[in-house]
T-cell receptor, first 106, second 113 residues
Framework: DAKTTQPPSMDCAEGRAANLPCNHS???????VYWYRQIHSQGPQYIIH???NNETNEMASLIITEDRKSSTLILPHATLRDTAVYYC???????FGTGTSLTVIP | NAGVMQNPRHLVRRRGQEARLRCSPM?????VYWYRQLPEEGLKFMVY????????ESGMPKERFSAEFPKEGPSILRIQQVVRGDSAAYFC???????????FGPGTRLTVT
């Protein structure tokens, strides 16, 4: 059940900010937005989550629109090690869509 | 604080055999999730368990697959009479609460020959 939609792929130059969008137009009022990433065939890694307010941690920033129908994950200074598939989930977090394959280019 | 542990990391089974995959959640976590990832595909939710209870098994195939999370010990994903189509990476994740972020293990790569 696709609750979120993301672009299938994006490129970003090393050192630049990577902005990854996610649409979640059917999100309910009490559902969080979660972001994870999966580097190659490793286990997915939690990045950040939020409800209404913008959030920032040591890995990334999360910007959620006022109507909560979309969000953007920002990696402020992308490195080659940030090359991964990024997943945006909502609600019970179970359903991972196809994600965005981010390639950081030297 | 040790992370989520899964064993074995690699498992080879012949068609018709049983596969048992183990997952030890992070210390203090009582919520466990199992996912399957076929080659070149995304993560597919299988089952969500709390201690001694199955909360959501909507992603679990109806036959041959079962999961448990006993009061003591790791969570077990059991696949009976494996077929080649079961070859995949199986990941488990744990969380401290249902709405908290999930922490994933390194996965078990199952190969059915």
């Amino acid at each position: 059940d696709a609750k979120t939609t993301q672009p299938p792929s994006m490129d970003c130059a090393e050192g630049r900010a990577a902005n990854l969008p996610c649409n979640h137009s059917t999100i309910s009022g009490n559902e969080y937005v979660y972001w994870y990433r999966q580097i190659h065939s490793q286990g997915p890694q939690y990045i950040i989550h939020g409800l209404k307010n913008n959030e920032t941690n040591e890995m990334a920033s999360l910007i959620i629109t006022e109507d909560r129908k979309s969000s953007t994950l920002i990696l402020p200074h992308a490195t080659l090690r940030d090359t991964a598939v990024y997943y945006c989930n909502t609600g019970n977090q179970f359903y991972f869509g196809t994600g965005t394959s981010l390639t950081v280019i030297p | 604080n040790a992370g989520v542990m899964q064993n074995p990391r690699h498992l080879v089974r012949r068609r018709g055999q049983e596969a048992r995959l183990r997952c030890s959640p992070m210390k203090g976590h009582s919520h466990v999730y199992w996912y399957r990832q076929l080659p070149e595909e995304g993560l597919k939710f299988m089952v969500y368990l709390q201690k001694e209870n199955i909360i959501d098994e909507s992603g679990m195939p109806k036959e041959r697959f079962s999961a448990e999370f006993p009061k003591e010990g790791p969570s077990i994903l059991r696949i009976q009479q494996v077929v080649r189509g079961d070859s995949a990476a199986y990941f488990c994740a744990s969380a401290g609460q249902a709405t908290y972020e999930q922490y994933f293990g390194p996965g078990t790569r199952l190969t059915v020959t």
